[in-house]
């Protein structure tokens, strides 16, 4: 591998395969999905996803892309890179995406550098890429926040830039013909527009008194019995859940993190 920064290993893991993570889809789904190793997905007509093939477009990635982002933000970390046909279906993945082809990486800072501040720096560095989004900005800042999505190709890139969000008033702020999720063609990463959308929004109440975070209408919070401790939540009409799986009483967080992903399908609470 002649990434600087990343090895191969890096840039085919995933936290959906992986046991050992919160993410990790389960043991039936993943011996569904297979492993994610490049070039398990080649057919004779389809030579573009040879293992060799793919792992090239990796190494010209990280090269021309990643490694000058990682070298002006060294806080950057790649959160997925190649992507098999199964694992890209599996995660929601759009059809025919370039993460199975290893053309793309999605990137975050780990600390307080913003993703609009990465999207820009590539614009005004000139750095050759074939795509670029700005991933839902409205997520906030940090590993589970925004981040970028960036391709390489090894000719012909487009130099296409988008947006990726679902918030309505953020694409009308841009102006452009917005297409699901997505709107093509934005100059820039306008953080602004984000301020101006969020300074007329109450920061959500949990009503019971004792939460420790909250997200969306629900408030998160511990009860202990004997070793271990259950998060629950409790939502905007009062209404307590059951709690959640148990869990020693030195990991409090992954209680909360687990409940948070049944129902949000993520985990954003960090401690």
């Known amino acids: 591998m002649a990434a600087t920064f990343f090895s191969l290993k890096q840039c085919i893991y995933s936290s959906t395969l992986d046991k050992n993570s919160i993410f990790y889809c389960g043991d039936e789904e993943a011996k569904l999905i297979g492993g994610n190793v490049p070039g398990d997905d080649y057919t004779p007509d389809r030579p573009d996803l040879e293992q ?23 806080d950057v970390v790649i959160t997925s890179v190649y992507r098999s046909k199964a ?30 501040e990465i999207f820009n720096w590539v614009i005004d560095q000139g750095i050759d890429f074939d795509q670029m989004i700005w991933e839902f900005p409205e997520k906030g800042n940090g590993i589970n926040g925004s981040w970028v999505h960036i391709s390489y ?23 452009g013909v917005q297409i699901g999720e997505y709107q093509h063609d934005i100059k820039r990463a306008y953080p602004e ?75 954003q609470y960090t401690y």
């Open 52 to 74: 060799e093939t793919i792992i090239t477009n990796i190494n010209n990635l990280m090269n021309k892309c990643v490694n000058p982002i990682k070298t002006r933000w060294p």
């Open 153 to 175: 190709k090894n000719n012909n890139n487009r130099k296409k830039t988008s947006l990726a969000s679902k918030s309505s008033a953020l694409h009308k702020k841009y102006g």
């Open 193 to 267: 527009y984000i301020m101006e959308e969020s300074e007329n929004v109450e920061p959500p109440v949990s009503k019971h008194p004792n939460a420790i975070y909250v997200r969306g209408k629900y408030g998160f919070y511990f009860k202990s019995g004997g070793f271990k401790s259950y998060a629950y939540t409790i939502d905007e009409e009062g209404v307590e859940s059951p709690p959640g799986p148990g869990v020693t009483n030195q990991n409090q967080s992954l209680a909360i993190r687990l409940v948070e992903k049944d129902i949000f399908g993520d985990a």
């Open 87 to 116: 694992l890209n279906k599996y995660i929601g993945g759009v059809d025919e995406s370039q993460h199975m082809y290893g053309y793309a990486s999605d990137l975050v800072s780990i600390n307080k550098h913003k993703s609009y």
